[in-house]
């Protein structure tokens, strides 16, 4: 996994140049946003395989599935 830091940079960037972050809020960068994805295997993972990630990614992205944010209780 790879975190895009990059992407909340330029997002926060350009909304406080456009005057529209006043800081204050927690923001999250996942799958849609660009803040994670995976990392260059260079490779190593099969096309099949990495068919079913690029399957998944669009689903999480899309809303289809929703990853719950905290852990369940065991």
Avoid: H, W
């Avoid at 909340?8 to 909304?15: E, F, K, P, Y």
């Avoid at 190593?44 to 944010?69: N, R």
């Amino acid at each position: 996994m790879l975190k895009g830091v990059n992407a909340a940079v330029v997002d926060i960037s350009t909304r406080a140049q456009d005057g529209d972050f006043n800081g204050g809020e927690t923001l999250v960068y996942g799958l849609k946003e660009g803040g994670v994805q995976l990392a260059d295997s260079r490779g190593a993972i099969p096309a099949d395989v990495m068919a079913v990630v690029e399957d998944y990614t669009a689903k999480i992205s899309s809303g289809e599935i929703v990853v719950p944010e905290e852990k369940p209780a065991q």
